[in-house]
């Protein structure tokens, strides 16, 4: 566990020494002020639905775009990285499992990806001064926000396992995002019922929206958990198969 | 501490290392010496649970590298080849990362920290950013980051590459003191390096190991039987005195200008020097010259090295058509070895 910790807090610091990461912090801040800037804009309307403001923050276009993109730039280097300076080998060396080291780095890596969340709390502390906000849906936009990460990262997690350049590993992250985001939205050009509603269990999109609107359904979060565990097993595996080659 | 059975490391069909043997015991520094390509990173990387074996068993402190890895990686600071560190991390901060890894807390990590960077003399340095350091306080914080724990096994690939004389010789110092209770594996292929701070050496080729021994007994088993140089001043009738002396088995007398160069082949063991020098005292010539023929070190690496016309590990010695040189001292050929 002490070890775990380490390797959390190491990672989850190494972040802050990279300029792509305030790159990312910018570009994340700017798109939520737009955001930000959207939803005040919708409360200007006099007869707008008040309660319907805040979900806006987790249901545009800018939230996915942003996810598809930034989370395999975020997850690229944690084992592609070491992988190229070498310094894998001292990490490995240690007297640590190749879980607690996929964990720890997965787990550095989600605390990045929650940091740059976390000032968008502000917003919810303004509007809550202005409108009157029921924390029920904003505590589930929140908990979609974390799962989905979770999720995102565990498949950026793996890809970066996969490679020593954290450029392929960002392209090959992306690549699997897409093509499970593409999935659920698949659900919408199906009429078959039978097929309409397995897609919908992949469907990403109204996953969020759901979140957003303050359901939170056990099948969603068997979803995300499951599959976020699913990866993390595959770069377990990954890590450790990889040791067979110099 | 570091027992090693048959081992065998394959990749693919090709064997990096095969069928190596041997053990180093605790106070004992031994060298793993050998062409660039000989399998000793890979020997190490085995050794270290970096690498799983393809044949062979190790056991490092007495736990098996295989079953019982998590331990015998415990017991083991590793200072790899790459000397790799984080660059963004201050010397402190890494230091205390790689206590941490190793199951270290609280109060202890800064201790333990704070005393490893007195002993590596990486006090001017402790807070600097690792990307900001010099070649050398690189090798010495990676170095460190291996003891922070202190294991009773240290495993150092190539620990003095790129760094400047001053630099080597505080680097082998350090190896030196540090095995004085611990059991020592230090890889190297520059070879006064052996002599300086080996107590045993290995010589690995091609994945086998071809020699084993201490630096003197490598050098006298290939050297054969001594051999004694003299010179005198003028021509004296050498041949018969030095026929009677004890231990010597053959001499070669050949006068050169104003000279009488003697090349004496010598019975193993025997100190015909001394003789040779009263010799000359009682039958009072002018001695110019005395001295012994030995090979150097990197003498005995190339023979046992050398292989018929320029395979690959041959040419990876040096860089450098290998020369067969008898000397007693390090050649120039040596130092150039040292660059990387």
């Known amino acids: 566990m002490r070890r775990f910790l380490a390797i959390v807090a190491r990672e989850w610091r190494a972040y802050f020494f990279s300029p792509l990461a305030y790159v990312i912090v910018a570009a994340f801040l700017v798109m939520n002020g737009q955001i930000f800037w959207a939803i005040v804009n919708f409360l200007n309307s006099p007869n707008a639905p008040k309660g319907q403001a805040l979900p806006l923050l987790f249901t545009n276009y800018y939230f996915w775009i942003f996810n598809l993109f930034v989370v395999p730039i975020i997850a690229m280097r944690l084992f592609a990285e070491e992988r190229k300076s070498g310094t894998i080998e001292i990490l490995l060396t240690s007297p640590v499992t190749e879980t607690e080291v996929v964990l720890g780095k997965f787990a550095g890596a989600l605390g990045f990806f929650l940091t740059l969340w976390a000032p968008t709390l502000i917003y919810v502390w303004i509007l809550r001064s202005q409108i009157p906000i029921d924390l029920g849906p904003v505590g589930a936009g929140y908990l979609g926000i974390v799962l989905l990460g979770g999720y995102f990262l565990s498949v950026g997690t793996f890809a970066s396992t996969l490679t020593k350049n954290q450029i392929v590993a960002a392209i090959l992250a992306f690549g699997m995002l897409i093509a499970i985001f593409s999935t659920g939205l698949l659900e919408s050009m199906i009429t078959d019922p039978g097929k309409h509603d397995l897609l919908g269990y992949f469907n990403l999109w109204d996953h969020m929206e759901e979140f957003a609107r303050g359901i939170v359904d056990t099948r969603r979060l068997v979803y995300y958990l499951s599959a976020t565990a699913f990866f993390l097993f595959l770069s377990v595996i990954s890590v450790t198969a990889r040791k067979e080659r110099p | 501490m570091i027992e090693v059975q048959s081992l065998t490391k394959r990749f693919g069909t090709q064997a990096a290392v095969a069928d190596v043997t041997f053990s180093v015991r605790q106070g004992e520094i031994v060298g793993f010496l050998g062409p660039n390509g000989a399998g000793k990173t890979t020997t190490m990387r085995v050794l270290t649970g970096f690498l799983p074996p393809s044949e062979g068993t190790a056991r490092v402190a007495g736990h098996d590298i295989v079953s019982d890895s998590r331990r015998a990686r415990a017991s083991l600071g590793y200072l790899p080849e790459s000397a790799a560190l984080y660059p963004e991390m201050r010397v402190r901060e890494y230091l205390a990362y790689r206590a941490r890894l190793e199951g270290l807390a609280g109060q202890e990590v800064g201790s333990r920290v704070e005393e490893i960077v007195g002993l590596c003399l990486l006090e001017e340095v402790a807070d600097r950013k690792v990307e900001n350091l010099s070649r050398g306080y690189r090798q010495r914080a990676a170095l460190a980051g291996s003891l922070v724990h202190q294991p009773p096994v240290l495993i150092l690939d190539e620990p003095t590459v790129g760094l400047d004389p001053a630099q080597i010789i505080k680097i082998r110092e350090m190896i030196r003191s540090l095995g004085r209770e611990r059991a020592v594996l230090l890889s190297t292929h ?95 010539w002018v001695l110019r010259e005395l001295s012994r023929e030995s090979l150097s070190l990197e003498d005995v690496f190339v023979r046992l090295t050398h292989h018929e016309e320029a395979s690959p590990s041959a040419q990876a010695t040096a860089g450098q058509p290998p020369v067969e040189t008898p000397s007693g001292e390090t050649s120039a050929v040596a130092s150039a070895k040292a660059e990387p």
């Not at chain 2, 052996?194 to 050297?223: K, M, N, Q, S």
């Not at chain 2, 104003?258 to 009072?284: H, N, P, Q």
């Open chain 2, 190 to 284: 520059i070879l006064p390096e052996v002599d300086a701070v080996c107590d045993r050496v290995l010589i690995i080729d091609r994945g086998r190991i071809v020699a084993e021994g201490t630096p003197e007994e490598l050098r006298r088993r290939l050297t054969g039987t001594p051999i004694v140089r003299a010179a005198f001043k003028g021509e004296v009738a050498a041949q018969e005195a030095l026929g009677s002396l004890q231990g010597v088995v053959s001499a070669q007398v050949s006068p050169a200008d104003g000279e009488t160069r003697i090349r004496i082949e010598c019975a193993e063991g025997a100190e015909v020097a001394e003789d040779i020098f009263r010799l000359a005292v009682s039958k009072g």
